[in-house]
Structure formats: C-alpha cells, structure tokens
C-alpha cells in the first residue's frame, strides 16, 4: 500500500465516523486535562527515543553532499571522519530528449612528474553499452582518446580515465567535451553524450585546494 492509499483509507474512516467522530472528540476534549496530567507523570516503560534535532539536515557519516555548483559541474563530497571531506567534481550527462544517460566524476591528482596523470576520472554508462568497443573522449573536436571500461555493476558499467596535464589543460580552455559509447542493441550505431566545460577551471581548481580528492567507488 502507497502512502497517497494509506492517506485515502484514513480519510475514509473519517468519512465514515460520522457524527460518532464528533461525540468521541467531545468526550475526549472533557477527558483532555486528566489524560494529559497522567501522561506527564508516567514513565516511559519502553524507553523509546524521542529524537534529536540537533544535526537534522545535516549529512550523516558516508552521505553525498553538494559542497559548491561551478556552472555546470558540482563539487560533490562523502561526509566522513576526516579532517576533510573527499571531493569530486559531477557532471550528469544527458541525451537531446534530457534523459539521463551517463555520469562522469573528474578528481584533481597531487603534482607529481610529467609521465604521471593530473587528474582522474570514473565515468558510468548504463548496462547496456558495448564494452569492446571502449569509451571515447574528446575535446572541441580533437582526435578523440579510447578507454577501456574496468567492470560493471547493477549500476552500470565503469571507465576509469586518467588525464595528463595537457589533457586537463585543454578542458581548461575548451567548451564541450564529446564522450561516445556504442549500445549492445545497435553495435553499428553511436550514442554521442556533451560533457559541459562551462565552470571546469572554477571547480578544477577548487576541488585541488580542498586536498582530499581521489576515486570513491
């Protein structure tokens, strides 16, 4: 049963009480004084927890939280026990009819020599994407880069990308990214996704400073 059917059938029995609801209520609003002095000395024979209000709102231990909004990129972050929350930046990618598609998350690496990456990311795509094919990523129309998918899950299938300085120097300055993948239903076809790279520099760099940034999943 729904919540909008619970809420139905309790307004039947309203309905339904009549003018009985009305005598009950004035029989109890008569009753009201005693039953309200009883109550407040009772004890509490089940020891049942009233509640805090303390941290309501506030994100619990492994929650996802948005941190701060960079045009079309999200800082998002896991609560945790650290000094720090861990960071990434999100970016939900959509078909031309805005239904979700995929999801990328980019997190800045510390600096480190030139063969090594500057940055991650995780991109999941649905389940039904063609893995031989791999994963291709492009910028502003440049020659595009393949990348394996590493596993899937109930969740989707997962790309784990590594960009190099030059790569996040060219997100940098770029407009649109191109991420492609291939369906399993239509292997001679191609699913063309834009990753957005308005408030990527902002975000980028914003997420750097935090200093707690690397894969989460």
Known sequence: MTMLTRTLSFVAVLAMAGTGWAQTAETAQDAAPEAAAEAEAAPNPLELNMGDESNAGEPAIGDVYIEAQFGDWEMRCIKSELPVDPCQMYQLLKDPNGSPVAEINIFPLPDGANDQPAAGATVITPLETLLTQQLSVSVDG???????????????????????????????????????IVPVAAPDQKVNLTVSLSGFTAAFDATKARGNTGPTE
Not at 143 to 166: D, I
């Open 142 to 180: 440049s020659q595009p880069k393949k990348y394996p998918f590493s596993w899937c899950s109930t969740v989707g299938c997962f790309a784990r990308l590594g960009f190099s300085q030059a790569d996040v120097t060219s997100l940098k300055r770029g407009n649109k990214a191109n991420l492609t």
